[in-house]
């Protein structure tokens, strides 16, 4: 399956889900940081009055912003997708972006389930969370690691040299 296809699944996956909210970030390291944040720094006023702006209601917003496509999701759909979403969490080969999407829509997932009340399906998605926030630490370790080894030291045991002597 093609990472543009799996980007896109990932996108309709945390669509379907529906709205986001405050539980989505529950599992986040850094609490506080989110893309609609705005910093300000030295009493920028240019910078205080543009966000400002960016912030004002205008008449007809509603008609503007999409419809919620949150749908029903009963568990005979939402196994499959769970199930996808932790192919492009957890495969190997995926790229990051892949990885970081599907950690989206599975935490979207995880705040649906756990306001429907979805047993499995809370337990599903936490499962999830928890394995990509494993297996991201452990890949940080294991960047450490590697930054941190000698490059001169041999990654493993050199075989015996034999030489072949005629009598």
């Given at each position: ?46 910078g205080v009055s543009e966000a ?99 490059v001169n030291t041999p990654s493993k045991a050199k075989k ?8």
């Amino acid at each position: 399956m093609p990472s543009w296809s799996k980007l896109d699944f990932c996108k309709f996956a945390a669509d379907w889900a529906g709205q986001d909210c405050p539980c989505v970030s529950e599992f986040d390291e850094t609490d506080g940081n989110s893309e609609n944040s705005v910093e300000f720094s030295n009493g920028d006023l240019e910078g205080v009055s543009e966000a400002m702006q960016n912030l004002r209601i205008e008449n007809g917003y509603d008609e503007l912003r999409p419809k919620g496509a949150r749908i029903p999701l009963p568990w005979e759909i939402l196994q499959p997708v769970i199930r996808i979403l932790g192919h492009c969490l957890l495969g190997p080969l995926n790229a990051e972006d892949v990885k970081d999407a599907a950690s989206v829509a599975v935490k979207r997932m995880y705040a649906r389930a756990s306001h429907e009340l979805n047993p499995q399906a809370i337990l599903a998605t936490r499962s999830l969370i928890q394995l990509d926030k494993k297996g991201r630490e452990t890949a940080k370790i294991a960047a450490a690691v590697t930054v941190m080894s000698n490059v001169n030291t041999p990654s493993k045991a050199k075989k015996p040299e034999i030489l072949l002597v005629s009598k």
